[in-house]
């Protein structure tokens, strides 16, 4: 069953504000599978899930066309408002069906998103659009996450901890992906060819107001706010 809990106006500028980007760590890695398989020009790469285009606007700088898809149109119409790449194009849809024709996808990436998809729909799609040899890269850098500020890195990594703590509580389900590092989503993938990393820590430097922005993204974070 399709899950929408970022359908909001309110909810889809803070994103387009304040989420974070991939680290060049996870683009590196995602991009070493790529030249294994292709040679450069890259053709075409698929996000899904994009929500505001953080990861859609970096694939844009290897490959020559992007597409990002998102369920939601609140987060499509910000994600449309930033972008500055001419070949980056968006579209409304679910992960689950996505416009494009068969066998014609290089790259398909789903940037801490997959965990919303119907898992076995999605990667029946994934199957139909990339092409023979083409790379399926599901990610996500929550929730292994250090907080760096001047000397006190240490600290607000603890605090941020303890904050995710109390979130949890909050979560839907789904998110349980999250937790155990998509452990259930990678056994599901047909591929013989696969490989599941899961030390990349993801470190954010940002000033405190930026943190407190970069929270309130958390889906789980206004169902805390409203119990
Ligand atoms: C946590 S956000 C991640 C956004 C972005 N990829 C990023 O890196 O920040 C998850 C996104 O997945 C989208 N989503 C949830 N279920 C979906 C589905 N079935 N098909 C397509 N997008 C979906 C949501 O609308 C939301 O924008």
Redesign the pocket.
Known sequence: M??????GKQQASY?QKF??D?SQEIIDLIFSYVDERFSKPYGFAV?????????TRILSQYINKVLG????EA?IEEAKKATGSPNVTYSV????EVPVGDASVDLLT????AH???IEP?LKEVDRILKPGGCLAIFAYSPSIEVHYKDCSEQMTQVFAEMIDILVPYEHEKARHLWNGYKEMYESIPYTDKRRIENIVTKIRMPLSRLLGFIQTF?MFPIFLET
Not at 69 to 72: A, G, N, V, Y
């Open positions: 399709v899950t929408r809990q970022f359908e994103y989420r974070i991939p996000d899904v899930g994009c929500g505001t285009g953080q990861n898809t998102d369920i939601s987060q849809c679910p992960a689950e789903a940037s801490i998103s919303w998809f119907t999605f889906p």
